[in-house]
């Protein structure tokens, strides 16, 4: 093992790997705002809407997300979007990681006692304000490890956008090979960074999951 290489790309691929926390921060947040959407559809009491629900979860679930990514990015110039490579690969993982985080959310509300509902009704609160007030929050503790195992999921996700170019730890892993002939190191290297994120992203999904139980 050239431990010589490791020292010298290191700096580089802790910067790149920032950008890769950037890159899963931006589809995460969209991925979680769409996904509260995409689950009030499939909650609701609307045929039409739980159809347009439950079709995007069948798109978005039933395609790669490398293939969701080139047609944002290669095919969204035909229609008239034209994004950057970085914009591209955020806005395609988060609509993807969406559709999964929308049945983690539905599940966490449907698995809340019916009776919880109808108890808040009978005291005069509104469809909305008992889904507010009393579900959201018992919910909420059922769903933490679910989006938590989403949130993983998109971190590794990330490296998909190395095809478009995104100058993220996958692309630089990559590109540092083509010069180094050493893909040994190069990969050791990428993967022990990778690992870093999961694990601090399991430890904080972790103590979020104990602060929640302890309220219980």
Known sequence: MDIALIGRIFPVFVQAAWTTVELSLLSLALGLAVAALVAMLRLSHVAALRFAGAAYVSVFRGTPALIQIFLLYFGGPQVGIQLDPFAAGAIALGL?????????????????????????????????????????????????????????????????????????????????????????????????????????????????????????
């Open 96 to 216: 993807n990681i969406a559709a999964y985080m929308a049945e983690s959310i539905r599940g966490g509300v449907l698995s809340v006692d019916r009776g919880q509902m109808e108890a808040a009704r009978s005291l005069g609160f509104g469809e909305g304000q008992s889904m507010r007030w009393i579900v959201l929050p018992q919910a909420a503790k059922l769903m933490i490890r679910p989006l938590g195992v989403n949130a993983v999921a998109l971190v590794k996700g990330t490296a998909l956008v190395a095809t478009i170019s995104v100058v993220e730890l996958t692309y630089t892993a990559q590109r540092f090979i083509g010069s180094t002939y050493k893909p040994f190191e190069i990969f050791a290297v990428t993967a022990v960074l990778y690992m870093i994120m999961v694990y601090g992203l399991t430890l904080l999904v972790d103590r979020l999951d104990r602060a929640y139980a302890g309220e219980a």
